[in-house]
Structure formats: structure tokens, C-alpha cells
């Protein structure tokens, strides 16, 4: 699957290709939402929830950048 396929999914048809191809690798927490992060092919992939809700707000997928950021272990640890 490639990051142009995936975006074209609707949210429940995302969530099945993660369910499928994704490789989970972390998550971030903060106050306003938690995301876990999930490895397909060539692309990343984060599942953002709204903590108050506890509902999926959204897929974010990319491939590179700054979104990638908050998940380095010195975020973790600094």
C-alpha cells in the first residue's frame, strides 16, 4: 500500500489497513490529544484520539518531518 492509497481510505477503511499492515511504534500523550504511531511500507501513519471523547479524531499519514519529532527518545527523556 502506498501513502497515496492510504489517504484516499475513509477513516473505518483506514483503520482496517492499519489493523492489517501497520507496525505499531509509539504513542505521544499530551493534553489535548494522544496518538499512536504505526509503521506501513514506506509510510507512518498516526492515530489521533481525542482523550476527552475517547473517540478517533483522525489519521494523519506522512512520510517524513517534523511530525516524527515528538516521538525521538529525547523528547522522551529530556
Known sequence: MTLYEFN???MMDGM???NQFGTFL????DDK????????DMFFV???YNPKQNKIE???AFKYGHKLDRYS???HFG
Do not use: G, M, P, Q
Not at 26 to 29: C, E, G, H, L, P
Not at 33 to 40: D, H, K, S, T, V
Open 26 to 29: 509509539d504513542n505521544y500523550i
Open 58 to 60: 483522525e489519521l494523519r
Open 73 to 75: 527518545n529525547l523528547n
Open 46 to 48: 498516526e492515530v489521533v
Open 8 to 10: 484516499r481510505l475513509n
Open 16 to 18: 482496517k489497513a492499519i
Open 33 to 40: 490529544e494522544r496518538c499512536n504511531l504505526y509503521a506501513i
